[in-house]
């Protein structure tokens, strides 16, 4: 699969981001370039999401944290949350 040609992020995504412990906030940034570069990464265990979350995908940040996103069109994907599995509620 080719690099993400763009990434946008929600504002939620923004807010949650800010929450983050500052050492989490560090890792994250580190998997969400290495997302850009190769979205499956083994490191990464993105997949895609089931149930009413179906039209969303996940990848981990660490052992805790994941970030929500959707792919778009033209290799490009938008990133909605940050969080610990809450996110899946």
Do not use: C
């Amino acid at each position: 699969m080719p690099k993400v040609s763009s990434s946008h992020t929600t504002s939620h995504f923004e807010d949650q981001f800010e929450k983050l412990p500052k050492s989490v906030q560090r890792i994250a940034v580190k998997k969400i370039l290495l997302f850009e570069e190769n979205q499956f990464h083994p490191s990464l265990n993105t997949h895609k999401l089931k149930g009413p979350l179906a039209n969303f995908w996940a990848f981990s940040i660490s052992k805790d944290y994941r970030v929500l996103f959707r792919f778009l069109e033209n290799n490009a994907v938008i990133y909605y949350d940050i969080d610990t599995h809450d996110i899946y509620k």
